[in-house]
């Protein structure tokens, strides 16, 4: 499916996108784009420029002034902020969901793994590793954990496979595929395949520093 979550893992895994840095995804419920870039900038005010082709935003980045641009957008009842550069990722402050939710999508392409992190109300609520193994943090935990087991991502809490390993493990590209569909439909969340890699949306700087994670 072209809207779905599932197709990020391969946009990650370098199948169709050369650049893996070119894709950390924020969105949120509860905020429009606009506040929601302002909240993740280091800088105020924030300022959005004209709509921007993937291509386009990723060259704006010149590890000098500028080290992240954001393309910003809606689906459904979610805003989602779509950076290339040097994101702050999963180490966003999660004050920045205050009223609001925040998932972050981190494909983290120079120390893997990828992450997953959930933000509600100024909280972490759920920080992933979209890799082997299930090892959830966070103030739920457990928040997707019988959606993945059913999913076949995990297997079931307390079986043999649970305590022992499974005997065949999933490949990591298709953990990652189903647990972004899981998350999806968790959390109600579409994003625009098409849109988002091979058409233009409204741009702004989001990065004048390098981010704190470096």
């Not at 935003?57 to 902020?81: F, H, I, K, P, T």
């Not at 994101?87 to 120390?111: C, K, N, Q, T």
């Amino acid at each position: 499916m072209p809207n779905d979550l599932a197709w990020i893992a391969d946009a990650w895994s370098g199948a169709n996108h050369q650049n893996a840095s070119d894709l950390y995804v924020t969105c949120a419920r509860g905020l429009s784009p606009l506040q929601l870039a302002g909240r993740m900038a280091d800088h105020a005010p924030v300022e959005v420029g004209p709509a921007l082709t993937l291509q386009e935003a990723s060259r704006m980045v010149d590890l000098a002034q500028v080290y992240c641009v954001g393309r910003l957008g809606e689906s459904g009842d979610w805003s989602y902020v779509v950076e290339c550069g040097g994101s702050e990722g999963w180490a966003l402050d999660p004050a920045v969901s205050h009223g609001a939710e925040v998932l972050i999508l981190d494909p983290r392409p120079d120390d893997p793994p990828s992450f997953l992190s959930y933000f509600a109300d100024g909280e972490v609520q759920l920080h992933l590793e979209l890799s082997s193994g299930h090892d959830p943090a966070g103030a739920r935990p457990d928040l997707l954990r019988p959606a993945l087991e059913a999913a076949g991502v995990v297997p079931p809490e307390g079986s043999m496979d649970d305590l022992l390993g499974p005997d065949e493990e999933v490949p990591l590209l298709e953990q990652r595929r189903r647990l972004l569909t899981v998350a999806g439909e968790h959390f109600g969340l579409s994003l625009p395949r098409q849109t988002i890699e091979h058409g233009r949306l409204p741009a702004t700087v989001t990065r004048t520093r390098p981010p704190a994670s470096w």
